[in-house]
């Protein structure tokens, strides 16, 4: 954990915002806070790190703030709130958050969490990456060139099925809903056509597997989206 991380904290209670602005102060963070959704889209920046979010808030709600920071950044996003209902949380985790925590919490679990969200995403974004290459397992691609070899074995991928295993290989321990994977490639908002997203993964499961039929690359996690195999 990077000593510097900063923390954007979206959380319309004046108490709780305080004490969680207080807490991580205290243990090293750089703090931001947003009261509302609509402050929240305003103050998010290349700089923040990881968000704690609200999800009952004024103006936009939290799912809708989270679905906009996700067509920005894979940043880890920790959801907060006070209800416990396991239908809300699949449903925060398929829109895009990486981890959820009820309220009233423990602050050593708190930051337990926030630590461990921290770990996983510097440990990416340090994947091994020089001059524009991007390399996991035996699969190496040329950012730029959009090839892609397996083995050594040259693989070709059409400009759409590249930007998804580029995406999927920058954040290998990152799982990534459908909506995430359309709304980066495509550019657009997802409107629930999920054949497309399964089709190209297919494609790109077949085209790997035709180079090194011995190697599992991507994998399908259930109910919320995709992300590498360890």
Known sequence: MKQSDTILVIEDDNDISN???????QNGYIVKLAYSGTEALLVFDHETDLVLLDLMLPGLAGEQVLQEIRKKSNIPVIGLSAKSDKAVTINLLKTGADDYIVKPFNNDELLARIEVQLRRYHQSSSHPQENNKLIYKDISIE???YSVLVSD????LTKREFLILELLMRYPKKVFTKSNLYEHVWNEEFYGDENTINVHISNIRAKLAKANPTEEYIQTVWGIGFKMCE
């Open 19 to 25: 004490m969680i602005c207080d807490l991580l102060e």
């Open 143 to 145: 950012t730029e060139t």
């Open 153 to 156: 074995i040259p693989v070709s």
